[in-house]
């Protein structure tokens, strides 16, 4: 017999995923999101029930690491990627509440919000100059938070929700103004799908603005028209800002094709994912149609995007499960007897 035993295949593989893996749940929940906005609600519920296996695997992980391999959690902490814990929950709370599942979508937000401060003083600390695409997660995890908040405002009427909300959102626009000098603008050229959240950050800067502005269209008094107009003005300007971001990070990738996998390429998917889902929401809470039909060819790519990436991640999983058997199984062929 052997001396030891040799860890699974499967548990091998598992070990070896980036913190950035939880892009994949903020791609696929934010796809519900847009199917839903859209009114495909099978399609939209099929994407949920992903994301929500994805997402509880990978928080049995985070879990796992932070109990039995405390100096790996830290190292992983530490990582842009860690923040896609905050920014995944914060989606799958956003979908939950516009299924009226609204005291798990309260929990999701709280858990988000305890999350929330302790990784982005981990990863801030980090931060140094030259940054990939990932640098503007800090910005989309805080932003996730606003989405939230304003949208369980509205469907609880909770004013004090909706301010709580405007402060993350604020304070996101600063943390992507931060990264932004810190972002390293060869990664358009360069990236392997993380540059893409350059513009994504936006886009859920700019869900944020349009989940406020509904909040404060469901009858609560939540500020004066003056306050309104800013948040309404900025809103547009932050999807303008987004939709250039989205042409040229578009164009870069007809000039400079990437087409191999990289699990990176999650953090594409959700950019198309969210810019879709803020089209769709601005036409809707600003009363402009003609957004509308644009925000539903954004779905499609999106969806298009993450059926790309998906059979991707099907075919490297595969690829890298064969491989950690072959390795568990000259371990054990060459283990003491």
């Known amino acids: ?35 839903h906005l859209t009114g495909r609600e099978v399609l939209s519920r099929i994407a949920l029930i992903l994301a929500c296996a994805a997402w509880l695997i990978l928080a049995a992980n985070f879990v796992y690491l932070l109990l039995a391999d405390r100096a790996q959690w830290v190292k992983r902490a530490g990582t842009p990627g860690a923040l896609t814990a ?17 005291l798990l979508a309260a929990v999701l937000l709280a ?9 982005l003083v981990l990863v801030v600390r980090h931060w140094g100059r030259r940054m990939p695409g990932a640098v503007f997660l800090g910005c989309v995890a805080t932003e996730g938070l606003a989405v939230l908040g304003a949208t369980l405002a509205a469907a609880t009427s909770t004013a004090w929700l909706a301010h709580a909300a405007l402060v993350p959102f604020w304070l996101g626009i600063v943390l992507y103004l ?5 972002f390293d603008l060869r990664q358009v050229a360069r990236g392997s799908g993380d540059h ?34 800013v948040l309404h003005d900025l809103t547009v300007f932050l999807l303008v800002l987004d939709l250039a971001w989205y042409a040229v990070l578009l ?24 810019t879709a889902a803020a089209t769709l929401s601005v036409s809707a809470v ?52």
Do not use: C, H
């Open 111 to 119: 858990l988000a919000a305890l999350l929330w401060p302790w990784l």
């Open 86 to 102: 905050v920014a995944a929950t914060t989606v799958l709370g956003t979908r939950f509440s516009l299924l009226g599942w609204t």
């Open 178 to 182: 931060i990264a932004l000098f810190r």
């Open 286 to 337: 600003m009363d402009v149609p003609w957004l509308d039909a644009p925000g539903r060819a954004l779905l499609w790519i999106a969806v298009v995007g993450w059926l790309a990436v998906a059979a991707g991640a099907v075919v490297r999983a595969r690829a890298g499960l064969r491989s950690a058997a072959v390795d568990a199984g000259s371990l054990r062929s060459t283990a003491p007897r």
């Open 1 to 35: 017999m052997s001396s030891g035993t040799s860890p699974s295949p499967l548990r091998t593989w598992w070990a070896q995923r980036p913190p950035a893996a939880g892009a994949a749940v903020m791609a696929t929940g934010i796809v519900s999101v847009a199917l």
């Open 251 to 274: 164009a870069s990738e007809i000039v400079w094709p990437r087409l191999r996998y990289d699990v990176r390429r999650w953090s594409t998917v959700f950019p198309l994912g969210m």
């Open 196 to 229: 893409w959240v350059a513009g994504g950050a936006l886009a859920i800067s700019t869900l944020a603005g349009a989940k406020l502005l509904a909040a404060a269209g469901t009858g609560m008094y939540l500020w004066n028209a003056d306050d309104e107009a």
